[in-house]
């Protein structure tokens, strides 16, 4: 066993994350205490959660995202796209990438050195409330909007969905969106990270799907703390929606190693 891990930091938005080239199997078992410590911002490297890239048979790579916490979580949209930009990085040299993830297959293509459009799942289906959406994108989102979302205490309003009595044995991801002249503003409390982070991909794909009126085709864009975002789809029915890009940059921080038992 080698004493220290190779890893990448990429970011994509602001949602930053380790990534480790796992095709040869060889960290299959990162223990849930290693994957914290290495995601720790003080303790370790820093990030809002960790990824493999795995060897998936019948596609050109699968991805096993981990949040912050240290638990395997549900898809990452960010992640995803950072994701496909190591695979180029390894070698997978393709315009369009098809990959396995928790929720299932995605494609993805890429445009330039770091810009990423990764396909979500369709969605079939949104609960609503008299103030909120909830929806999964490959994750689950509480979705509000308000009218001033910088006023937005994101970590205590968010806190408080995600622990309440519905929430707090699964999680849920807590979204707050504010209409702008052009599109959506989006801050997001993430499930996994417990916290406020900059961009959450899966939330601001589930909150421009909230925007749709009577419209078939949109293209809706979205500013998050950490940078600008497009998420595209088409609109089959009342509440189902279909052909969802998630489009922005995924970029390369740096990379180095880190002691395995540290
Ligand atoms: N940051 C992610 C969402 C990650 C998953 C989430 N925290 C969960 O497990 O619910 C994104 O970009 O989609």
Redesign the pocket.
Known sequence: MMSAIHFYKYQGTG?DFVIIDNRHGVYNDLTEEQVRKFCDRRFGIGA??LMLLNQQEGYDFGMKYY?ADGKE???????GRCLVAFARKMGVIKEHMHFLAVDGPHEATLKGGDWVNLKMQDVNGVEMGSLYYYLNTG??HFVKFTEDVQAVDVYEEGRQIRYNDRFAKE?T?VNFVQNTDNGIFVRTY????EDE?YS????VTAAALMTATEEKDYVVPVQTLGGALEVRFTKTGERSYTNIWLCGPATLVYEGDIKKGH
Do not use: A, I, L
């Open positions: 949602n809002d959660g949040n979580g549900s898809m990452c949209g960010n992640g994750s689950p999680g991801n993430e499930r996994g990270v982070t959450c991909g899966t939330g």
